[in-house]
């Protein structure tokens, strides 16, 4: 009886025991599950926040940016069969292209400008019958910060020049002069003064801190641009003087109309002296991918002397190139 009671104990205790291991078993399986399942919950909301704010940096970012622009190829062919008013067979070809970039955010600005063409002519004539007819770089940069009554306080930088060499043609004789090359003539420009731009479409500069480099690496050439006052010895010429410029930057649709005038006077026995850069460039697009273009380029420098028809009687002149195309182009 003895025996027997003490077997049931020792039955009843190891069940006992069992079962409470058995919940404590439980116990912490349940609580790892809980563990884990709030650690997933975690990792959840963070890679959920993680990309919540990913999503909203690029879309912030991207408000602060605006790029609009335009990029075209025009061309142009002329075929003539017993033609009695006569002419000469003839082709051209011109890529052209202008973007504009505008970075703001609270009170900073910053717009950088490019504006480039090039193309080639070719005719059906003796002597020279490819000839270069178009040939721009253009690149203007300015950070400003604003200031009350839409002012900018502004640090301005521009650059001009041509990529490949320009030369004058004889149509009786197999000979060319070269007039031009990339960095003979190049003009940079910097300025520091005030940018007043009531809307995205218009701006006007002034600057009476503006100082101009005009390069001239080929020897040949210095003489042609730097005037008389130059030493001819330096491939660089440092201009101080004071400067405005207006630009205007409009589109309605596919219509966009992009025009900068700048003015330049030194400070030196030229003072009053105006040189002049005037462009203008109009382009409409239509059925998707064709584009009618009109551009226009006005200069008046006043180191720049130019004969006449006859060669002869140097002086400062107008100088005015208009090109008219149609093409295939892409507005943005």
């Not at 400067?243 to 003015?263: E, H, M, P």
Request: charged share 20%; hydrophobic share 40%; proline share 2%.
């Amino acid at each position: 009886m003895k025996l027997t009671n003490l077997f049931l104990a020792a039955f009843l205790l190891c069940n006992i025991n069992l079962f409470a291991q058995e919940n404590a078993n439980d116990s912490l399986l349940r609580q790892a599950a809980i563990e884990a399942k709030a650690a997933t919950t975690d990792v959840l909301k963070t890679s959920t926040g993680a990309a919540d704010g990913l999503q909203k940096l690029a879309v912030d970012s991207a408000k602060h940016w605006k790029f609009s622009g335009m990029v075209g190829l025009n061309t142009s062919a002329t075929f003539l069969t017993n033609w009695a008013a006569g002419g000469n067979n003839a082709a051209t070809m011109v890529f052209a292209g202008n973007i504009r970039i505008i970075y703001k955010k609270n009170k900073f600005a910053w717009e950088t400008f490019f504006d480039t063409d090039f193309g080639y002519s070719y005719m059906d004539i003796k002597y020279n019958q490819w000839r270069k007819s178009n040939d721009k770089i253009n690149l203007t940069t300015k950070a400003g910060y604003e200031l009350p009554k839409k002012l900018y306080l502004t640090l301005l930088g521009s650059f001009r020049s041509q990529y490949a060499d320009g030369f004058e043609y004889f149509d009786d004789k197999d000979e060319r002069t070269l007039i031009s090359k990339i960095m003979s003539p190049s003009y940079t420009d910097l300025s520091v003064g005030l940018d007043w731009k009531p809307n995205n479409i218009f701006s006007l500069y002034y600057s009476p801190a503006a100082m101009r480099l005009t390069t001239v690496l080929d020897t040949t050439l210095r003489a042609k641009y730097y005037g008389t006052i130059a030493n001819l010895s330096k491939p660089v010429k440092f201009e101080g003087g004071m400067t405005a410029k207006a630009s205007v930057n409009w589109q309605y649709k596919t219509l966009k109309i992009i025009s900068t005038l700048t003015l330049f006077t030194p400070y030196n026995k030229k003072f009053g002296n105006i040189d002049v850069d005037w462009d203008l460039a109009v382009t409409y697009q239509f059925l998707k991918v064709l584009n009618v273009s009109f551009g226009s380029s006005l200069k008046y420098y006043d180191a720049i002397l130019i004969p006449d028809k006859n060669g002869e009687n140097l002086k400062q002149r107008v100088q005015l190139k208009n090109v008219i195309g149609i093409g295939v182009g892409y507005t943005f």
